[in-house]
């Protein structure tokens, strides 16, 4: 089972320029979510999507950008990345969200120079 | 104040040693979840309950839901346990989307 999958594990961006961080998960999980984690700091939702077409806003969603065109992909888009991005960003789905397992990707190690 | 607290944040122990990191939390929730993350690794799931007590080999956790507080248990603890031990919660209420809110993590450094 390959559960989530993350790509790529880690990335240089140059100031100014965008990316995509890639997931997907083959769980058939309604439920999916971005989380950044900052050193010292707990993990932070950026967005979350509760299904194919429906994406909301977390905690934490500027410079980001967020698409569920499929059940199974859940993209984050940066744009114009700046050092505060410099992080390392995690995706992780559930089934049916609240009281239900979660389950993570590998990370993926973003740095901005 | 943040919304869940661990304690401690590190914790340096003998293989063997009888371990216990803490997690308390201050609102209302449908689940707590401990997670385990290796050196530059991703996120296992290792718990996820909502009352009393749970075991998977020499891992325990409990929950006391009116003292909101839970504890993660291990013991005989081995140098492969080293790990950061994060604790976070399910919030429990109407519009909450099952996201979690996470304490900052316990690095458990076992020593041989």
């Known amino acids: 089972n390959a559960g989530v999958t993350q790509t790529p594990k880690f990335r240089i961006l140059k100031i100014g320029q965008s990316m995509t961080l890639q997931c997907a998960q083959d769980?058939?999980?309604?439920?999916m979510y971005w989380y950044r984690q900052d050193p010292g700091m707990g993990l932070k939702l950026i967005y979350y999507s509760v299904g194919a077409g429906i994406t909301d806003k977390g905690e934490v969603p500027n410079g980001y950008n967020v698409s569920r065109s499929t059940t199974e992909d859940f993209p984050l888009r940066l744009e114009l990345a700046a050092p505060s991005q410099t992080s390392v960003y995690f995706c992780?789905?559930?089934?049916?969200?609240?009281?239900?397992?979660?389950?993570f990707g590998q990370g993926t190690r973003l740095t901005v120079v | 104040k943040n919304e869940v607290e661990q304690s401690p944040q590190n914790l340096t122990a003998q293989e063997g040693e009888f371990i216990t990191i803490n997690c308390s939390y201050s609102v209302g929730i449908s689940a707590l979840h401990w997670l385990q993350q290796h050196p530059g690794g991703g996120i296992v799931s290792l718990f996820m309950l909502s009352s009393g007590k749970k075991k998977h080999g020499r891992l325990i956790a409990t929950i006391n839901i009116q003292e909101k507080h839970s504890s993660l248990h291990i013991t005989a603890s081995h140098p492969r346990d080293s790990a950061v031990y994060i604790c976070a919660v399910s919030l429990d209420y109407g519009g909450s989307q099952g996201n979690l809110i996470f304490g900052k993590g316990t690095k458990l450094s076992v020593k041989p």
């Open positions: 992780a789905s559930s089934y049916e969200g609240r009281g239900t397992e979660a389950f």
């Open positions: 769980m058939n999980h309604n439920y």
